[in-house]
């Protein structure tokens, strides 16, 4: 079973800067995509921002300008910068990995809360 490990999260001031990591817990072949979802209690879970084996990036539009997704497909670790962070940026974070079998895999998310 692959696992996820999220670090990065933590407590920054507007206007900050964080930087998210997920590594899968072992070798792990056929990733379509990886990325970043975020969730506030109660609500649903949004996309942030993914990118497929092929480099190709996708983002929540109130992110776009602010946050940089990457991967490193040789250790299957995608990366999240998220500068000019936001008070309404705090959620929690999860990592998300879809294979090309199309099985959805999360991490267990990392806080993120932004202070004003």
């Known amino acids: 079973q692959v696992q996820l490990v999220e670090s990065g999260g933590g407590l920054v001031q507007a206007g900050g800067s964080l930087r998210l990591s997920c590594a899968a817990s072992?070798?792990?072949?056929?990733?379509?995509?990886m990325g970043w979802y975020r969730q506030a209690p109660g609500k649903q879970r949004e996309l942030v921002a993914d990118i497929t084996s092929g480099g190709n990036t996708n983002y929540l539009d109130s992110v776009k300008g602010r946050f940089i997704i990457s991967r490193d497909n040789a250790k299957n670790t995608v990366y999240l910068q998220m500068n000019s962070l936001k008070p309404e940026d705090t959620f929690v974070y999860y990592c998300?990995?879809?294979?090309?079998?199309?099985?959805?895999?999360w991490g267990k998310g990392t806080l993120v809360t932004v202070s004003s």
């Open positions: 072992e070798t792990f072949f056929g990733i379509d995509a």
């Open positions: 998300h990995l879809r294979s090309i079998r199309g099985i959805d895999y």
